[in-house]
Structure formats: C-alpha cells, structure tokens
C-alpha cells in the first residue's frame, strides 16, 4: 500500500515535470514566433525564420495618382548602359492635331488644355495647385512652399501662381534687335529630358519654346520621359500633349539619365540641328535663330545662349551680364563665369559670339550629325553630372568648337537642391573618373588630389572606358595638354609639389586652413576648421611663393592689414609680395613675403596674442592672422598631400 502509494506519488511528479516542460517549450515557441514575425506582413506563415521581404517604399504622401489605369512603371533604377534604342522599348505618344475635345476632369483633377487662359495667371485649379490646396489643409502656407521646395528643389507653389505663358523682360542688348539671320536656316529639333519634373515648369518650358520659335525653323518639340514616377507625368501628360501641335511625347522604359535621355531624344529626332534644353527653362524672343545661325555656319559649333537665371524662391527673372563664359575646375565642376575682361572693346562686342572653354547642360544647340559622329553622350555616364564638362572636352578635341551666342537668352531655373535621389553619393563620381581617365592624360592628377573620394574609388575599380578610348583614336581627338594650352589656357596649372601642397594642417589647433563656403570667386577671410580630408581643402605653394587656393587655384592668400584673406591671383606674372609666402620647413613657419610676418591660427573667441597656456587648449575652429614669429604651436603648419596617385 505504501509502495503502491510512493509509486503513485512518483508518478503524479514526473507528470507534473512533464507538464512543465512542454508548458516551457510552447512558450518558448511562441516567443519565438513573436520575434520572428515582420510586423509589416502578418501574414507570415510561422515556422522558420524566413528572409524578410524587401519592402518597396511607399509613395510620398504628398503625391497624387492622377489615374489608377496607368500601368505601374518599372521601379528602381536600371544602371545598365545605355542600350535602350530598340523600338519595343519605347512607347510613342504621337501628336494628334486638331482634336477639339474639351477640358476633363478626372476626379478632382481639372486638366487645363493648351490655349485655355493665355497670358491669364495659372488657375487655382491647374493640377500642381490641386496639390499644394491638399497640402495646404494639413500646414500653414509656409509648410507647403517648404513641402513644395523639398520636393522639387524650388519653390514650385510660386511656379504653379505663374502663367505658363509668361513673358519676359527684355534683356537683349539694343543691338541684337537689329541683327539680321539667314533666310533659309537648318530645322530644330528641340528636345526636352525630364525626371520627375513639376506641371508647371515643364510646362511653361514647352509654351516658351512653342511661342517663341519660329514655326519654319522649329521641327518639333521632343518631350522624353526618363522613367519619371510622379503622377501627374503620365496620363495626363500624354494627353495634354496630343492637343499641342508639333509636340511629341517619347517614354523610356529605363532611367536613362542626363546625357542617355538626350541620346535617345536625338536618336529620334527629325531636325537638322537638336536643341537640348533642360525641363525647367524660358526662352526670351527671339532665341532661336542667333543659334541656328552660327550652327548652320560651321556644323562643328556647339553653341549656347546666354544662361539668364531664375531664382528657385521667387520664379524671378534675372539677366546674365555679358561676356559669360562656361568653365570648369579640377574637381571637374562647372562654372558660368561673367567677366567684363574678356569683352573684345570692338564695335561689335555685344553681339558677337564669344568662345567658351565649355557649355553647361541647359540649352546646347548641336549639329544632328555632329553629335553622332563625335560620339554623342558618353553612355558610361549614369544618371547625373558632368556629362557637359566630357561633351565639352571631346567636342573642343575632336575637332569641334563652343560658343555663346549673346543675342540668344535662354532663362534656367536654378535649383536649390537636386530633387531626385542618386542612388549611391559616388556616381558623380564615377562620371567624373571616366573623364580623368578618358581626356585628362597626366593632367588627371591634379583632378585626383582634389576629389578624394574619386581617387579612393578608382583605387578600388577601373572604369570601363576601352570603347570611348576607341572612339578617340578613330577620330584623332588631340591631348589634354592641347586642349588647355589652345583652349582654356586661363585655367592655372597646378604644381603640386610634395610637401608643399596638400591641406594645410596647423599643429596648435589640429585644423586646417580653410576657406568658408559661399564668399564666392572674388575672395574674403580664410579661416582654420576641421581638415575634411575630401580635397576641399587643397592648396599649392608654387614656385612663385603664391598659396594657391580652391579647384580652380585662382585665389591666392593674401593679407588685409593683420587679416589673412584669399584674393584672386594675378592673371600677368610677376606676382607681388603681398601674395607671396615662404615656407620654412624646419620649423613649419609660413612667413607673409611682405611683411615679414607669420601665419597663425587663433582660435575661436581666444585671445590673438600667442601664450603658453594655450598650448594646451586644443581647438578646431579659428581665425587665421598675422603675427610676428614665434615658435608657438599655432604657427607650425605642414603641407598634407591625401592623395599620391599611382606614378604621382
Ligand atoms: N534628367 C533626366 N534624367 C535624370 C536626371 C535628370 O532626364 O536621371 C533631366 C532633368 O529633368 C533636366 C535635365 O535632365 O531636364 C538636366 O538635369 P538637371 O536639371 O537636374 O541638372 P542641373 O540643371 O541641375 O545641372
Ligand atoms: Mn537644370
């Protein structure tokens, strides 16, 4: 009884443990499942881990899907080399003349036709404005021109209050009113790239061209869609445009980017001469013909308006002061530059074309078979950048020329910001490596000192450019050192010599001399802040004794009184001793040529005299003066070269 007892009472334990332990593996279980589960697809099935699905991201609220039939586009970005000229990759939207259909609505969404509201400011109801009214339920007006800008890099509710047939001030010198052109001038074709443009501007860029270029010399407006994903470009775009006579509406199924968009734009064109014209312009009268003129001229022009400015706030309009130039600088950035120096005081000088080491993307006229014989756009260049600066370089040595035609303004909306995401910070890169590695020979150095970043990538991959080294053999393209000799020989060569240029980094403050953004090309107060290891800090002592400042090395550091300033260096040499400094390199003293004086960084807000006790005091940012010589910390400097290129 007792064993039969104990037995019993055995038993009732192990099953109580039992119990136990599948209680404890359940809960196991389900904690585990808890944790295992995306919250974003509930529907998982349990069972074992499984990848998580890659989720698309969602449509920015603030967007309005016009019309839900549209075929969803592909997403993403194809990086592909440009091999998209094939028919069955293109939808066509042909221009259907004459229809009479009368304004729609789809929803909400009233579409304004063409010719409705000439010269009236844009309706409230104009589609853009549909969606700032939206937005404008959910903040003050303020919050939607901020929404609105974030968006687009501009303040695009101003643009959407704006006519789309605006006209503009006239700014053309008198003298171009009375120029005469060729009555028989070859025909344009004007072809408009976009991604993700606003209504308005792409708009007010198509009625520009259309009431202002003459329909005898005007082939057709060629609108190509580079894979945008806002809604208002598809179906109704498509649609507005089969009421514009001469408008054509081109779709590539593959983003394309800048110089690929173009090359299929020109793959289609009709034109003897193509007008590239960017999605956010303005054509001021009379624009057209200046252009045609010179290219019919010599078909290996490539030639550009004056690039009058619209300001991305307030959709005002801002002439360009003549002569202006297109230029660029070693980290391959591009520049307009105005200079009244390079006026040729001749009688003639405010109508004649004046030649231009580069142009910019905005609006370039080219010959059709020019472009394609001197190899189009390079198609190894993705998405955005500097695809102007290779046109420009291989058009100069391929046996082309550029100029700007000053009786031709064409007004481009500057933006704020670049509104559509790169997918990766180094494809401006990227571009620009493949035309260091293309056209720059030796010179490409000098590119690679001052980008860090694009010498770190080049480190680590090789572009491939054998098919464009092709193309400039066969077409006997001349060096880089041709091209800046004959060409743009105002751009300052760098010397770059070791141990006397690089970032000036100072010892007392572990710093670097820097220049502040936005003083602009004319000079102002250098100062000392973080060493940003990218290039930007780059400077060259040369054998002049100027410290040359900035990617074009045209400022120098010079003095104001106790002040280090940056000024722009004198273009006729001998140089004088305010500009010259000399380097010691024992004691890394940097001594002003005239006054005998040293370089010093003082820091923020601390006293300016040198003392002992501030040795110590570490800071990194700072003003730069002169001050008599010591061998203070704050006055040693050394010359850090980031970057020592392969055979450098
Ligand atoms: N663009 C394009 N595909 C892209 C990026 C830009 O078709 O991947 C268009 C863009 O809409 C514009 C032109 O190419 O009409 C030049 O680009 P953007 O205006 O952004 O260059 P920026 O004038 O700022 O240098
Ligand atoms: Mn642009």
Redo the contacts with the bound molecule.
Sequence with gaps: MRLWGRATFIRRRMLCLWLLLLGFALVTLALSDLFNRDWGHSDQRPGPPQRPVQRIPSAPDLEIILDSRDPALELGVDLAPLKSLQEDQLLFVPSTQGTKNPPQRRGSYKVLLPGAGKDATASPTHGEMGKAVRLHLEGTERDVELAAVQKYGFNEVVSTRISLHRRLPETRHPECLGEKYSESLPSASVV??????AWSTLLRTVHSVLDTAPKQYLQEVLL?D?LSQHGHLKSVLSEYVTHLDGVRLIRSTK????GG?RALGAARAAGEVLMFI???CECQKGWLEPLLERVAQDRTRVVSPIMDVIDWQTFQYNATQWPVRGVFDWRLDFHWESNPQMQDKGPDSAVQPVRSPALG??VVAIDKHFFQSVGAYDPGML??GAEQIELSIRVWSCGGSMEVVPCSRVA?L??HH?P?RLPDQEQLQRNKIRIADTWMDAYRKIFYRRDTLAHFIRQSESPNIAERLRLKRSLGCRNFHWYLTTVYPQLYIPQDRPALSGELYNVGTGSCADYPRGQGPQGGAMNVAPCSGTGSQHCDLNSELEVRWGPMGALCLDAKGETVVLSPCPTHRPSTSRLQWKFIKLSGQLVHQESQLCLEAVKEGGSSQSSPREVSTHTNTGSLFLRPCTHHPRQQWHFEQLVAPKGA
Excluded at 192 to 197: G, N, Q, Y
Excluded at 255 to 258: E, S, Y
């Design positions: 408009i790239c976009f991604h993700d443009e190509v580079d983003r394309l980017g800048v968009c960017d999605s956010h993307g905005g998405l955005w481009h500057d933006r670049l559509y």
